[in-house]
Every structure is written in C-alpha cells, then in structure tokens.
C-alpha cells in the first residue's frame, strides 16, 4: 500500500513537473555563439543553418537563412521556434514581452519582417490559433553592403501565450537573390520597451542612427528611391539616401510621418522655423532642396501662410561632388494668432526637391545620388534670424527677352539682384536693383534671385 502511494506521489511530481516546465517562457536572448539555439525552418523552402562567423562580419556566430532553393527565391521564407518536443516550452509571454529585437546582416532581397505563428491564452492548454499577420516595422535594407543592422518588431498587439513563432524574412516580391545571398541573424532578443527615438523638433530620429523608425521619410514616387544607407555618414553610423530613378519631371516631398505637438502659447506672431541639415551629393552642379512645414492649428485645421501655402523654403548645394555642406532653411510661420484656435499645435515636417519652370537646372537627374544626415531644428523669433526665405510677392523684370539693360520693378526696397547661368553658376551681381546691364552675357537662359528684407523671387531670364 505505501509503495502504490508513493508511486502515485511521484507520478503526480512528475506531471506537475512536466506542465510546469510546459508553461515556462523560453530564452529571451539567443545570440547564437555555439549553435542555432533550436531555430529551424518554419515551412516552404528555404534552408535554416548555422554559421561560426568566419562568414560574417563582426560576428561570432549568426543563425543563417537561405531563401534561395534551386534559383527560386521564397518570398516567406521563415525561422522558427517552438517545435514541440525538446522545443516545447512557451516561447514568448506576450503579455509581458511587447517587442522582438533582431540584428541581422542581409545580402538578400528582403525589405521586412513579419511575425506569424500561433498562440493561446496564457495559463491554459487551449489549443493554439494562428497569429493574424504582424507588419512590424520590422524595415530591412536589401542587400545592404555594410554590416549588421537592428530591427525592432513590435508586438504589443499580441496577448497569452505564443508557443510558435514565425519570423518571416519577405521582399516586396518573390525577386531572385543574388547569388549565394544569405541572412545572418547573429541576435534576436525579447524586449519589454525599445530605446527611445531621438528628436529634434519637429524632426524624429533626425541623425538616421536610431533603430526604430525604419525609413523615417517616407514617399511614393517610384522616381526617387530612399533608403537608410551605410554609405557614408556626417556622424554616426548611417544616413538617409536618394537615388533618382529617372530625371526628374515632379516635384517629390517626402515625410517623416511625425507630428510635432505645441501647447498654446509656445508658436506666437513673430516666431520662425529654422532648420538645417549636411548634405552630400554625387552632383557637380547644384541642385535644389526644399522643407516643408505642414502647420495645423487647435482647431485641428490648416495653419498656412497669409498669402496661402505651406511654409516652405530651398537652398542648393554648391555643386561641389562627394563633399558633406551644410545647408540652411529659415522658414516663415503663420502668423495672426489672436484667436487661440489659429494658434499653431502642430507641425510636421516635409522634405523635397523643386522641379518648377524657374528651377529647371537644379532639378533631379537620372543616376544622381543625395545623402542627408544630422539635422536640426529650432522654433526662433524672427527678428533675430536676418532675411526671411518668404517668397517676395509683386516683382517684376523687364523686358523680358531682354538684349542689353534689365529693369526691375518692385514696390518693397530690393537689397540685391543676382544672375545664375543653368549650370549654378553665380554670373553677375549687383545692389543697383532698378536697372542692370546684362549686355556681357551670353545669348542663353538664366535663373535671376531678387533679394529683399521681406523675402527672395526667383525668376527665369532671356537673354538674346
């Protein structure tokens, strides 16, 4: 009888036991010094292995995923953990763990991480249902050159217990990788909160090194490519990179999907926005950036200018090639505040390139490739901050062709005139802002900047 007892006592320590070890949570760190850690292929093709890190760069030792099989490419090709048996642990407690952390060299042509999988509700043996698919910022750059780079998943969405877990390696389409092209996952972490994203402003994450925001600006002219690049960079360890596709024939604003909050009070008459920001271009001739405010008052409706309009304001680059400058946008805000549901509460900035009929020459061209790193941004008065990027409204030149003197009409006091040829270069310049002699100029297009207290005109000149 005693022996019948203890044999059931020790039957019931070991299904105590095993449910205990059932409802543990799994490793919250796998970094993947010695082995795979238990993570294998999910389903479809596709090969899960290992690799020592003689493969990889500063690494030692990274999870590897071949999406590759027999020169097809499988566009969800997967890591998994939670197999059942010696993987039958639960392996993330979603109720407690809100983001997935994975650092990843990619030499394929995946752009995102998925999460799929299957989950329950926690402390239970319910049946497991399928997770619905999680678009979790999880923004990769294909086929990126330049080492590792850090992803953040997040999940905060999901609840219970998630005893499968998929992470899908995907690209936009089921493209073929290069040759021999693999993932190494050389760290995937459990995470109760990120690191916070840093902010300037109006601008978010605006040295382009923090890890969450995936692109930051964000566009959909399939003109201009972007992306994070570890190409080069003014500080840190990347920057945010154009490449236009094709010449450029619109003008292209991109956003960085952030909105920056004010109380009342803070954006009153007399305020301005100042931003400034390194740029580095491919191009030996110039090219025109601008920044775009988009301002919405406490009404929750658009803030514009007086004359209507974003708040907007460009600078060129020098047209020096491979060289990081810095450039400079002083920018008008709305003013009339004095109804406080006019006020300025938000602001949200845009960045873009002109391509209008007096810009011509400083328009995008196929090939051309720009860089933008460490920006900045201060709300300022206005007072302090010199001439204004405003456009200046009701200037007029004459006539226009025009074959020896240029006249200038305009009802504000004109500090300057100054005459570019389309390449960007400055050919003449003058403070004697009611009568110019251009005879010297060549018979040729030129871009004409008239300078004021009150803002800048820029208008295209004839000459025959």
């Known amino acids: 009888m005693k022996k019948n007892y203890f044999k059931t006592l020790l039957m019931f320590v070991v299904l105590f036991t095993s449910i205990k070890i059932t409802a543990q949570q799994g490793p919250t760190l796998y970094q993947f010094t010695a082995d795979a850690q238990s993570w294998v292929k999910g389903y479809g093709t596709g090969i899960v292995g290992w690799d020592d890190g003689t493969s990889t760069p500063t690494s030692d030792g990274a999870l590897t995923l071949d999406r590759t099989i027999d020169g097809t490419t499988n566009n969800n090709a997967n890591i998994r953990r939670g197999q059942g048996g010696d993987d039958a642990f639960i392996v993330l407690d979603a109720d407690v763990y809100n983001y997935i952390k994975v650092r990843v060299f990619n030499q394929t042509e995946a752009v995102n991480i998925q999460v799929r999988g299957e989950f329950r509700a926690a402390g239970t043996t319910d049946t497991p249902v399928a997770i619905t698919t999680q678009d ?27 005893t499968t877990l998929d992470l899908l390696f995907r690209a936009s389409s089921a493209l073929t990788d290069p040759t021999g092209a693999k993932l190494y996952i050389d760290e995937i972490e459990f995470l109760t909160d990120v690191p916070p994203s840093t902010y300037s402003e109006f601008i978010k994450n605006p040295s382009f090194d923090d890890a969450v925001g995936g692109y930051t600006f964000k566009g959909n002219t399939t003109q201009l490519e972007r992306e994070l690049s570890y190409d080069y960079a003014k500080d840190g360890d990347r920057s945010f990179k154009c490449t236009f596709a094709k010449n450029q024939d ?7 999907d952030f909105s920056q909050p004010y109380a009342a009070g803070v954006i009153t008459d007399g305020k301005q926005a100042k931003v400034k920001m390194w740029v580095r271009s491919t191009r ?29 304001a460009s600078a060129s680059t020098s047209g020096t090639a491979d060289t990081w400058e810095e450039l400079t946008f002083t920018i008008p805000l709305p003013q009339d505040h004095t109804d406080p549901a006019s006020e300025i509460r938000n602001i949200e900035m845009w960045l873009g390139y002109i391509n209008n009929e007096e810009n011509v020459a400083l328009n995008g061209v196929a090939g051309d490739v720009v860089y933008f790193d460490q920006m ?89």
Request: glycine share 8%.
């Open 136 to 162: 979790n910022n999880g923004v990769l750059i294909a086929t990126e050159p330049g080492g590792f780079q850090t992803a953040y998943l997040d999940i905060s969405a999901l609840t219970g217990e998630i």
């Open 250 to 256: 619109a003008q292209f604003w991109y956003f960085n």
């Open 284 to 312: 030996t001739t110039p090219i025109s950036i601008s920044v775009r405010l988009k301002t919405t008052n406490a009404a929750g409706g658009n803030s514009q200018l007086s004359g209507g309009g974003w708040p907007t």
């Open 376 to 464: 900045t941004a201060v709300i300022e008065d206005a007072a302090t901050a010199g001439v204004s990027s405003q456009q200046l409204e009701n200037v007029n030149m004459y006539p226009n062709p025009v074959e020896n003197k240029l006249f200038i009409n305009s009802k504000e006091t004109l500090n300057k005139v100054e005459i570019f040829n389309l390449l960007g270069k400055k050919v003449l310049s003058t403070t004697n802002t009611k009568s110019i002699d251009v005879s010297s100029l060549s018979k040729s297009v030129y871009l004409v900047k008239i300078s004021s207290d009150k803002g800048i005109s820029t208008k295209k000149l004839v000459k025959n």
